[in-house]
């Protein structure tokens, strides 16, 4: 039986990069996957990926950064299927690079709002639901720098250490509904948003960086958040579990 048998399953950012891959991942798993994206081509594209393979899958347009939208994703969910069992909250930004003492209020705000305050919408109304199904499991994506610095990103740093308290909060509050929370902190992945911003040298300088001598893949990824959102991980949760070929064990 797969792992996700009958499970109803929801990712946001879910277009491309870690969040399509988990969504895909879910699908072949057995669940019924909701996709959120603020784009529609590229949400629509992951929809069909899925659907083409034999899962099943519908798309939702939203952004992460609204909690009227995430409400809403909630609610669209339920209407379709009837329930909301498993979560991966993926919708996330880097922002500009800029030293602490000259990063823009307004930049530092559109992080924040999109990386944090969005997982927590997402997180709202997410366990509200599942508290209604009488159980459900929570993945939010974080990011090594939930742990240690990146130099000259000082908003997504706090955002993403912010998200892994976050998420040990919900773990503790909610542990005895059957309702567990995880936090994923994957290293440098080679997703396109990557090779659209890094040249071939520098893109070797940030695998260099990890123990492995490479970048991780979106599946990697994927297939860590496919097994916390399982029974398989059933006594697992408020945990932080870093995955990043070795970058932070040095």
């Known amino acids: 039986m797969a792992l996700l048998e009958n499970k109803v399953a929801f990712v946001s950012g879910g277009g491309s990069g870690i969040g399509r891959a988990v969504a895909e991942a879910y699908a072949r798993e057995g669940a019924k996957v909701v996709v959120s994206d603020i784009n529609v081509e590229h949400g629509e594209e992951t929809v069909n990926s899925i659907k083409e393979n034999g899962g099943e899958a519908f798309f939702v347009k939203g952004d992460s950064s609204s909690a009227s939208d995430n409400k809403h994703m909630v609610e669209v969910t339920v209407s379709k299927y009837g329930r909301l069992d498993i979560a991966c909250n993926n919708a996330g930004m880097g922002g500009p690079a800029k030293p602490t003492g000259e990063y823009e209020p307004a930049d530092w705000d559109r992080v924040i709002a999109l990386n944090l305050n969005g997982v927590f ?70 997703t396109a948003l ?57």
């Open 121 to 190: 919408y997402a997180c709202r109304y997410q366990l509200e639901q599942m508290e209604k199904n009488g159980g459900g499991s929570i993945v939010n994506i974080a990011s090594i720098h939930g742990q240690v610095a990146a130099p000259l990103s000082p908003a997504y740093t706090a955002s993403k250490h912010a998200v892994v308290g976050l998420t040990k909060n919900i773990a503790v509050e909610y542990a005895q509904k059957n309702i567990r929370c995880n936090a994923v902190g994957p290293g440098y992945i080679e």
């Open 194 to 250: 990557l090779k659209d911003n890094l040249n071939k040298e520098m893109m070797q300088a940030v695998a260099a960086k990890s123990a492995m001598n490479r970048l991780g893949t979106a599946e990697e990824i994927a297939e860590l958040v496919v097994f916390l959102n399982s029974d398989k991980s059933s006594f697992t949760t408020g945990s932080y579990i870093i995955a990043d070929g070795g970058y932070t064990a040095v």
